[in-house]
């Protein structure tokens, strides 16, 4: 029995709640990676890129790879899934039971991990930081002790994210989002010459307690209680599909330790200029891919369970364009202008102009793979909205093979610039080999995806010429130096540059110039 649409989604246009729940996510994130770039100004700025950065790299790595292994991982491929299915009003009367058990297994394993990272954090650091300097090595070993309770902290508040999201409401989870990068920006200035590089550990837990305090209220009359008894079939649902993202988030924590370990090769500043170029290309991976991904699942979840495959399709090439038609000229912008960005967002304090040199040549063999990666991430929720986490789990162990082979075979040459460029090929790998599979399992992506593809990136690249030569003229009349002409070689040609990506569009009459349209009306409402 198919499934009927909900009165607030006509037949004609099946995705509205996907516009409006992604415009939501999408305000957060914006508000979330104006946070975030402050905080990548605050650290550079007090810290530099130095082996004392690095040495938190490792411990932030360890702190969010152990929070993807808990939660992060089955969040998507199997906690709102299963959770989605019993709000259906058939299984609603045994939501409570559910979410209190999941919640509660999750706490009590979190917690066991925290301990086994305090006791063993010399190990960690010598496996994945071995070959940095022993006075950074014993500085990765203490804010790796100092930063694990907010593997516990992340973990419970990951849980009640995908409460919320199985329940569609996203403002508080997105908030929570945003708000954590203020514990940085409230602890460094304050505190960082009485604790140091402390200041930064100290300042994730607080981003971290921030991040929770925003979705425990929602809690409050959902039936939440903590509970041992863990004998319910929904617990081993949520085992069943997770399993095999298990075995893929396993073999990406040692792709991630092995790109830490050869990082920390290469000099101790390596990873200090990965992790800055990492947060810019995660900019518009996160505004635009997460964000219309993780308001989507809910939608494909409903289709896939009601075996209503053609609406099943088109939400997903709704997602897919979209992400597509935004994506495209961010790569392209930010490819273009990677130089003056890391010289605006980084280049003061303690952040050298080499610094600034090496971060924007990592930055752009990152973008390599952004749209690949962006691309991905409706592409693995499409997945796991029908139940098939295996599949994903396969790829993935496959892409991290693709990344070995050019990482090995590139690090000689290019130094950490080809463990970039090894990421990027790994994105375009598992990104291929998915389209390659569900063009296998149900023919077409949708309609018009490939078309929207075409444009958007003739489109791109005529906006590119723009933005090359514009900033350039900028830059030669104005200078490098200064605030001022730094604001203004961004803000100029990528506003010439956005407004012309636009007509074009338009010009072109791509059907996303709507759902732009769409998006922008519901982050700044009409007065």
């Not at 991905?376 to 929720?381: Q, R, V, Y």
Request: aromatic share 10%; proline share 5%.
């Amino acid at each position: 029995m198919t499934e009927t649409l909900p009165p607030e989604l006509p037949e004609e246009d099946i995705h509205p709640s996907i516009a409006r729940n992604a415009a939501v996510l999408s305000a957060a994130s914006i508000f979330s990676r104006a946070l975030g770039m402050v905080r990548e100004i605050i650290i550079p700025h007090f810290y530099g890129a130095s082996g004392l950065v690095s040495a938190y790299a490792l411990a932030e790595f360890v702190a969010k790879i152990l929070y993807d292994l808990l939660v992060g991982g089955m969040l998507s491929a199997a906690l709102v899934p299963v959770l989605s299915d019993y709000r259906r009003p058939q299984k609603r009367a045994e939501f409570a039971r559910v979410i209190s058990v999941i919640f509660s297994a999750i706490a009590i394993l979190a917690a066991a991990v925290v301990l086994i990272v305090e006791v063993f954090a010399p190990q960690i650091v010598f496996l994945i930081g071995g070959d940095l300097s022993p006075e950074y090595q014993t500085t990765a070993i203490h804010l790796m002790r100092l930063t694990a309770p907010v593997i516990w902290v992340f973990s419970s508040s990951g849980a009640l994210a995908a409460i919320l999201f199985a329940r569609e409401r996203f403002t508080l989870v997105a908030l929570g989002d945003a708000l954590y990068n203020a514990g940085v920006i409230i602890v460094v200035p304050l505190f960082y010459k009485r604790l140091g590089i402390d200041a930064l550990a100290v300042g994730m837990l607080l981003g971290g307690i921030i991040q929770l305090s925003f979705r425990l209220p929602e809690m409050r009359n959902s039936g939440l209680r903590f509970t041992l008894n863990f004998r319910h079939p929904a617990l081993r649902k949520v085992w069943t599909l997770y399993l095999p993202i298990l075995v893929a988030v396993l073999v990406n924590i040692v792709q991630g330790g092995i790109d830490r370990r050869l990082a920390s090769g290469t000099g101790d500043s390596s990873l200090a200029y990965m992790r800055t170029a990492t947060t810019l290309y995660q900019l518009p991976h996160g505004l635009v891919a997460v964000a219309i991904s993780m308001a989507a699942l809910p939608s494909l979840s409903r289709w896939a369970a009601a075996k209503d495959w053609d609406a099943y399709k088109n939400t997903l090439a709704a997602g897919l364009r979209a992400v597509l038609v935004l994506v495209i000229p961010a790569t392209v912008a930010l490819w273009i202008l990677a130089e003056p960005t890391v010289r605006l967002l980084a280049e003061h304090g303690k952040f050298t102009p080499a610094d600034t040199y090496w971060t924007y040549l990592t930055l752009r063999y990152y973008l390599i793979g952004l749209v690949f990666a962006s691309v991905d991430w409706p592409l693995n929720f499409a997945y796991y909205a029908r139940g098939d986490s295996k599949t994903p789990a396969i790829v993935g162990i496959l892409a991290v093979g693709v990344y070995l082979l050019f990482a090995l075979t590139l690090l000689p040459h290019l130094s950490f610039l080809g463990l970039a460029f090894a990421d990027g090929m790994k994105q375009m790998a598992h990104a291929l080999m998915m389209i390659f599979l569900l063009y296998r399992w149900g023919g077409r992506l949708g309609h018009g995806v490939w078309r929207t593809a075409l444009a958007a990136t003739g489109a791109s690249a005529v906006m590119g010429v723009i933005l090359y030569f514009s900033a350039n003229a900028v830059m030669a009349r104005m200078g490098a130096a200064g605030l001022v002409p730094r604001i203004t070689t961004l803000l100029a040609p990528g506003t010439i540059g956005g407004l012309i990506y636009y007509l074009i569009l338009r010009w072109l009459k791509v059907p996303e110039v709507t759902l732009l349209n769409r998006l922008l009306h519901k982050l700044i409402p009409a007065r």
